[in-house]
């Protein structure tokens, strides 16, 4: 089984390193008969491979797990939500909004706080022990001093992870940072026929190319991305995912499952329910959540948001 880690329309493709033999391949007539769309991040099985030119033909695709749209990939295991702590300073409200948004898709997720050389490390504590009681360990991080890397690096270790987060934290520099593997990780030493994900590049299906050439928007509707891989194993989209949380896919009752202090809460109190079972936590009688966590007032305001686009839907 390979994973497809670039989507070009051009035949042209660059040799990444640690990620075994990267093949070029072509899509089978058949599949994209049946209109069967291979993503970056599928998981394919390659056949009609010619290790001299390292070409070959993507035979079938497996069944996706999940599939994101900002970037397109699939198979994405791990969200990486980046803030910074200075410039732009983290926002309570937007840290929610991207942390819901992030929740929401249930991809696993991590949260990261780069920029620590700008700050006192009062303000990293601070930060820290308000976020553990949200439900997150935060890894500290600072691409500019290079420190946390190791750590954010082991923690997307055998995945593939999107990072995401608003503009100006430091998302590019950290793809570019775990592109360049500068900072003193060690590099795996990846062995071509037993490691079981080896990279493979694939001809796009023409009609992206049809499209913008038509109508000379297929190119602006497509964004690039390609999965750069991880020296710890694994690999991360080299396109940030949004930076605008619309939290369309988030309803009136999945909002609370979104807050891990709000699941815990809930799994503690097992066998204990909710009196109503769709109960929205907001004061109902026998309600087991009540209103004394801290970003209480966040959730709030969302539900509101919510309820609006509801209505109006
Ligand atoms: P993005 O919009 O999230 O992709 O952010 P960029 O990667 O473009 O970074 C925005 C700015 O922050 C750039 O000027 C970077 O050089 C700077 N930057 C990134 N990481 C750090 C860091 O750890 N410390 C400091 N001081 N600046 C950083
Ligand atoms: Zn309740």
Excluded at 202 to 209: K, P
Excluded at 237 to 242: E, H, W
Excluded at 266 to 285: M, R, T, V
């Amino acid at each position: 089984m390979r994973v497809v880690v670039e989507s070009e329309k051009s035949s042209s493709s660059e040799e990444q390193e640690g990620a075994g033999v990267e093949l070029l391949c072509v899509v089978r007539n058949l599949l994209k008969k049946i209109k069967r769309r291979v993503l970056v991040g599928d998981k394919v099985l390659v056949g009609s491979i010619d290790w001299v030119d390292r070409r070959g033909m993507i035979e079938n695709v497996f069944e996706r797990k999940t599939e994101t749209l900002d970037p397109p990939v699939a198979n994405v295991d791990h969200l990486l939500v980046l803030f910074s702590l200075d410039q732009p300073k983290p926002e309570e409200f937007s840290l929610t909004r991207f942390l819901v948004e992030a929740e929401s898709t249930q991809i696993p997720v991590t949260l990261a706080l780069n920029k620590a050389e700008l700050v006192h490390k009062e303000t990293v504590t601070s930060w820290k022990s308000k976020l553990r009681s949200w439900g997150y360990e935060p890894i500290i991080c600072s691409v500019e001093t290079k420190t946390g890397l190791d750590s954010l690096l082991f923690n997307l270790r055998d995945q593939t992870s999107v990072v995401v987060g608003p503009s100006g934290v430091g998302k590019s520099s950290l793809i570019n940072a775990l592109r360049s593997n500068r900072f003193g990780f060690a590099a795996a030493e990846v062995d071509d026929w037993t490691h079981p994900i080896l990279g493979s590049k694939w001809l796009e299906d023409q009609r992206v190319g049809e499209v913008s050439a038509r109508s000379g928007r297929g190119k602006h509707t497509t964004r690039h991305v390609s999965l750069l891989p991880l020296s710890s194993g694994g690999y991360v989209a080299d396109t940030p995912g949004f930076n605008q949380p619309s939290l369309l896919k988030v309803t009136k009752q999945s909002l609370a499952l979104c807050f891990p202090e709000v699941r815990k809460i809930l799994s503690d109190s097992q066998p204990l329910k909710c009196a109503f079972s769709n109960c929205l936590h907001i004061g109902e009688p026998g309600c087991l959540v009540k209103n004394d966590w801290e970003r209480y007032p966040y959730y709030f305001q969302l539900l509101d948001e919510i309820k609006i686009r509801e209505e109006f839907q």
